[in-house]
Every structure is written in C-alpha cells, then in structure tokens.
C-alpha cells in the first residue's frame, strides 16, 4: 500500500471516529424529555381529597362517640327510677357537716359526678349545669332546683377544695366529699363509672377517668332522666321545664326552702 493511500485510510478513520464521539456528547448533553409526572392540577387534587378525608374521619369519630353516649343514656335510663341514685349521706361543704339527701327533697335536683383537677369536662358541664340553674330560677323562682356536685376523687377532694371548688361556678352549687367507699356507694348506685389510677398519692398530678353524664332527680328524690356531654344547656333546661311543669300540672308542691 502507498503512502498515498495509508494516509487516506488513517484520515477516514479519524473522521469516523470524530463523528461517533460527537454523538456519544449529543446523547450525553441532549437527554430526551422525561414526561412530567405531577402536575399543579393533579396536586390539587391530592390536597382536596387530603382535607376531605380528614374531615369524613372527624365527622365518624364524633358520630360514633355520640352514638355511644346516647346508647350509655339509654343504658342507664332502662334501669328504671327505682334503680337510680339511691339515697346518700355526704359531708356536705357547703354546711360542713354530714347531710342526706333527704334535705333536697320537694325540689329538684341535678347530680354531676367528677374532680376538681380535671382540666377541661368538669368545668364545661359544671357550667352547663349553672346555666340551667339560672334558666330555672327564672322561669319558676328560688330554690326548686338545686345542683349538686360529688367527687369521685376522695384522696385530693378535701372539704375545703370541694368548697372552694363549688363557688367558682354557682352560688347554689351544692358540693359533697367524703371516704373512698361512701364515694364509690354512691357513684354505683348512679351507675357511674370512674377509675383512679393505682398507687398515686394527693400530690401527684393524675387524672381521673368517670362518667360524663348529669342526673336530673324530682322532688321525691327518684331519678328520672340523665344528660350526656353533648346535651345544650338550653337543651337541658327545655327538658327539666317540661319535667317541672307536668309536676305542677298533676298537683305537685314544689318547696322554695332552702
């Protein structure tokens, strides 16, 4: 082979070579278009259903503790009158001393079961029962209706913190205390649930698990209805007005002594 022609061959070579280098860096720096997999439309989207499903379990969670409290009512409401609130003797801190519930006889009553460290529901639903007691005295004076406080936390629950207690939320609020096997008489015979965690002493911070529930007594002391933690205020007072005025329509005497 002539010189000629090696060098001819070396060159093609070279191009050759050059141009498969060139399209080696093309496929390098040029990669194709990856398609795009979210888009803002489709973000969207994700979020809408994100809050929608949030808001369907919300929803399902209250249904269903509702559902439950309604059934706990009906529970305790299908025991009958007789089988309710069996009459008691407490300290009373209001009077410091030992009374029955015999005292609160010719007026109704509304019983509430709790403690006084709890943070949040005893307060609630001790309001709740002022403000019926407020409607109540409004509509039929003094003294027919009386609310009534019982600890199931005997161990923090002196005299004088139930007393102490009881005045932050109605003058009329009538607060009992006593030993842990009085309280929990009591509490059984309202069919109140409570639970205090073993082995705790008075400092310690705790928290008492208990029915949530307010009792409505009448005048004869027997129990005849019961409102759970989603019951209104105006909700209850329309039921213990109704319960009231068809007492007084049968010839009931309601007493206005304290």
Not at 25 to 44: D, E, G
Not at 64 to 88: A, T, V, Y
């Amino acid at each position: 082979m002539s010189f000629i022609s090696r060098l001819t061959k070396t060159t093609t070579t070279l191009r050759s070579t050059r141009n498969i280098i060139n399209n080696k860096r093309l496929y390098v720096t040029q990669p194709l278009p990856t398609r795009q997999v979210f888009t803002w439309k489709s973000t969207a989207l994700l979020g809408i259903t994100a809050v929608g499903l949030a808001f369907y379990f919300k929803q399902e969670k209250e249904r269903l503790r509702l559902l439950h409290e309604q059934k706990e009512r009906e529970k305790i409401k299908s025991f009958g009158r007789p089988n309710i609130g069996m009459p008691f003797k407490l300290f009373n801190v209001n009077e410091d001393k030992i009374t029955s519930s015999e005292d609160l006889k010719g007026r109704y009553y509304m019983v509430y079961f709790g403690f006084t460290h709890c943070p949040d529901i005893c307060p609630e639903e001790l309001d709740k029962m002022a403000e019926v007691t407020d409607q109540v005295k409004n509509e039929f004076g003094q003294n027919v209706f009386v609310p009534v406080f019982i600890t199931c936390d005997p161990l923090r629950d002196t005299a004088q913190v139930v007393k102490d207690y009881v005045t932050d939320f109605h003058p009329d609020l009538v607060g009992f205390t006593g030993d842990k096997d009085e309280l929990k008489q009591v509490a059984r015979s309202f069919r109140v649930y409570s639970y205090t965690p073993p082995n705790v002493k008075p400092e310690d911070d705790y928290l008492v698990d208990h029915s949530i529930f307010l009792y409505l007594m009448d005048p004869q002391g027997k129990f005849i209805d019961c409102y759970s933690r989603d019951t209104t205020s105006e909700e209850v007072f329309k039921s213990v007005k109704s319960y009231i005025n068809e007492y007084i329509k049968e010839g009931g005497q309601l007493s206005t002594q304290q």
